[in-house]
T-cell receptor, first 114, second 114 residues
């Protein structure tokens, strides 16, 4: 079974600075995808970024980028130029192409200070 | 382009009652997945519907059942409600026809069981 560990329950960052959220996962699957979602107080789960495990190149989406280390089963999220609107719970979630279900970690709460 | 919609937004029930939650997928999507998110936790996969059939199921009792309609919308039914069923219920839609695709979430239904 897949498991996901987000070892940082809370993180904080100053506006305009950079922060990295960590995630490790355990899977026996060879074909899978990795996602980061954010969940602000409004509760809506919003896609941040997606990484295909077969791609060596790290995904980037504007100020968001990942550091994907497949052998180490690590998938960290870097947020550059942090903004107040980035404050939210962030969830890491792998998805197996066999089961097509997301397995979520416990989340990291990110606070952004002005 | 309408995103994933869910109704109702909030619901209060008493123990033993039955509840039905509804979800309309994003335009062009044919697959609906349901997740339960208890307070302070990451979402847990309940089940997934594709072509009006339950395709995958998580570790939830038979009190949790679902349905998918020809227009791809879906319902989640919970019978004999327990206090522990109080949670945010999230619906996510995707398209299996295009292979593994990103799941997009609705705003959720907050269920409180008294």
């Amino acid at each position: 079974a897949q498991t996901v560990t987000q070892s940082q329950p809370e993180m904080s960052v100053q506006e305009a600075e950079t922060v990295t959220l960590s995630c490790t996962y355990d899977t026996s699957e060879s074909d899978y995808y990795l996602f980061w979602y954010k969940q602000p107080p409004s509760r809506q789960m919003i896609l941040v970024i997606r990484q295909e495990a077969y791609k060596q190149q790290n995904a980037t989406e504007n100020r968001f980028s990942v550091n994907f280390q497949k052998a180490a089963k690590s998938f960290s999220l870097k947020i550059s130029d942090s903004q107040l609107g980035d404050a939210a719970m962030y969830f890491c979630a792998p998805l197996s192409s066999n089961t097509d279900k997301l397995i979520f970690g416990t989340g990291t709460r990110l606070q952004v200070f002005p | 382009d309408a995103g994933v919609t869910q109704s109702p937004t909030h619901l209060i029930k008493t123990r033993g009652q039955q509840v039905t939650l509804r979800c309309s997928p994003k335009s062009g999507h044919d697959t609906v997945s349901w997740y339960q998110q208890a307070l302070g936790q990451g979402p847990q996969f309940i089940f997934q519907y594709y072509e009006e059939e339950e395709r995958q199921r998580g570790n939830f009792p038979d009190r949790f059942s679902g349905h998918q309609f020809p227009n791809y919308s879906s319902e989640l039914n919970v019978n004999a409600l327990l206090l522990g069923d109080s949670a945010l219920y999230l619906c996510a839609s995707s398209s299996l026809q295009g292979g593994v695709e990103t799941q997009y979430f609705g705003p959720g239904t907050r269920l409180l069981v008294l």
